[in-house]
């Protein structure tokens, strides 16, 4: 268990998996008595826990789904576009520097000499920069190394995620804030068991509304963007720690 649970996994996949997870454990210790407002948040973290193993797994396909539209919608993957003449916002200078490092360390790997040789077989250059950007990725795989294009790694991931993730977060936080409002509201209700306020269920009540909005305000494509062509940075540039 603990050889899956490296950093990656906690912070891109567990993150956006607890989030998920955590407007159901709200939900249920929302409805627990006054005076056993401690074993709600204990039952929050519980249900979240038990969730999150299983969220974990499923919070990697919708993300990698995303990533395909995405890489779709910018014209390639980002580490490509960075190795590319027509689309970088490296320095010609620096990018000449990379490809001749790249051509010593991928045997076969053909790369342009020029902006304008690119131009002329632009569609072969791009599946070339590809190849590159796979090679790169399994070249960097060293932790320590490579902290840098790590860190990045996962922040991309995490955002990536979270963004696949947006559908069903907008409706697990939507019925959170359904049933912690009923709790709110219970003591005026007619039908309702309860008649004492929870001030527990009203700070969940606060919490899931604030985060629809982040759903809806803040977790958009454009804010997975600018991580994912850092990571890509961060990736090329490594060529000169190979």
């Known amino acids: 268990m603990h050889q899956h649970l490296d950093t990656y996994t906690i912070k891109a996949r567990l993150a956006p998996a607890l989030i998920i997870a955590l407007p159901i454990g709200m939900a249920l210790g929302s409805w627990l008595p006054p005076d056993q407002e401690s ?59 990379y490809h001749t490092r790249l051509r010593e360390l991928i045997p076969g790997i053909e790369l342009p000499n020029s902006a304008d040789e690119e131009r002329n077989n632009l569609d072969k250059f791009m599946r070339q920069y590809e190849s590159a950007s796979d090679w790169l990725r399994a070249a960097t795989r060293d932790r ?16 990536r995620n979270l963004r696949g993730l947006k559908p069903y977060g907008i409706i697990a936080w939507s019925l959170g804030l359904i049933v912690c409002g009923l709790r709110v509201l219970s003591p005026i209700l007619p039908w309702s068991l309860a008649t004492s306020w929870n001030w527990l269920a009203i700070t969940y009540t606060s919490c899931c509304m604030i985060m629809i909005l982040v759903w809806l305000i803040v977790v958009l494509k454009k804010w997975v963007k600018p991580v994912a062509f850092q990571y890509g940075k961060q990736l090329v540039e490594a060529v000169d720690l190979l």
């Open 39 to 97: 074993w709600g948040l204990l039952s929050t973290g519980i249900n979240s826990f038990v969730l999150m193993a299983l969220l974990s797994q499923l919070a990697h396909g919708p993300g990698k789904r995303l990533e395909k539209k995405l890489f779709k919608e910018w014209g390639g993957m980002p580490s490509a576009l960075i190795l590319s003449y027509a689309h970088t916002e490296l320095s010609h200078i620096s990018l000449h520097r």
């Open 144 to 159: 320590e190394k490579f902290r840098l294009v790590f860190a990045e790694l996962v922040n991309y991931g995490y955002r």
